[in-house]
């Protein structure tokens, strides 16, 4: 069955082009720093927001009524494969990206609810094998479900843990079985929402007592795919464990995990966290755990996950600028983890919203390629910290430097001479890029 019969498979037409189904910047096949745009982007669907979404908000009811939605049960979520895999095919994008709810509908059992994604894991590998497409990630909803109410991983119900952990272990079997690049654990309920009823260490040794166990049977089963965490500072819970990538490091090294997971890096919980995106990616790539990212964008002026599809170019650009400096995403990739408005509610807007977001992160990757190729800021970084290039600066590099040496060095009384950061500069040489590409 076709959901999208009215639209066609878009096309790049390049910056000329008035046609609004259509990529006016991203070209797939363009090579940039030696890799073609698609290979650097990596672009995914989020299964939850594009096929399962309705518009319903806190205060009012569904707005979108898709072609699957004529559909209930498990014959629901077959037509959702369906129209998956077309939209895939027509928007251009290789891989995506799912929640174990988001494809098959939970049972009265889990064994009701295994079988029920066994039939849709099965249609999902089908039409995998037929279509060339990919999964970036899957992971599974230890969330919505009242009975993680105090949370999965960290829950104070034994029997709530055990239900957790049986549920993991299907999504990495199910991950296992569709080939998946990356495995995302998300701890929407993993954090407290009073510090006077809760052991936070022990919930913690909890938490890393479960990701201990699932990389021990990811080995046992030969699922090698990568293992990655999202943080978030808040929402649903008042306080998550995972609150930002500085956090979520710490808490891998302390558990001795950090060997076996990246972080997956979202904007909008960037800017929850108080962050910029740039920020939570820089810190992740310092330390070595720059894995993937969930491309949206959060309205400053709301305080919650608004989930939108990312047109800031400023954002974007200096995105690709952090992700080009490590090295690129390798197994990782930008997924769109982000929803159309409540009022954009025609089939049309899901791929004008998805042409939105990949044409403003191509547009990214070109400027910050030139950002890099005529080393733009390089040189006003590298001058910034010259003085670490010779004398006492160079000590301290050199691990040469104690206190009694600085100590000498500064009794000297040399004249302190501190240069000017440029920054206002440097925003505009960075508005001067992004649109001259």
Known sequence: MTYFANIGKIQFEGKGSDNPLAFKHYDPKQVVLGKTMEEHLRFAVAYWHTFNANGTDPFGNATMFRGWDKFD??????????????????IGAPFYAFHDVDIAPEGATLQESNKNLDVIVAMLKDQQQQSGKKLLWNTVNMFSNPRYVHGAGTTCNADVY????????????????????????????????????????????????????????????????????EPKPKEPTKHQYDFDSATTIAFLQKYGLKDYFKLNLEANHATLAGHTFEHEIRTAAINGMLGSLDANQGDLLLGWDTDEFPTDLYSTTLTMFEVLKAGGLTRGGVNFDAKVRRGSFEAEDLFLAHIAGMDSFAWGLKAAAKLIEERIFDNIVEDRYSSFKTGIGADVVAGKASLASLEAYAMQNNPIVNKSGKQERMRLMLSEVIFSV
């Open 73 to 90: 049960g498990l014959d629901r979520s077959k037509a959702r494969v369906e129209a998956n895999f077309e939209f895939l095919d027509k």
């Open 162 to 229: 055990a239900y957790a952990g049986a549920q993991l272990k299907k999504g990495l079997e199910v991950g296992k079985e569709l080939g998946a690049e990356n495995y995302v654990f998300w701890g929407g309920r993993e954090g407290y929402e009073n510090l006077l009823n809760t052991d936070m260490g022990f919930e913690l040794d909890n938490l890393a007592r479960l990701y201990h166990m699932a990389i021990a049977y990811a080995k046992e089963i030969g699922f090698d795919a990568q293992f990655l965490i």
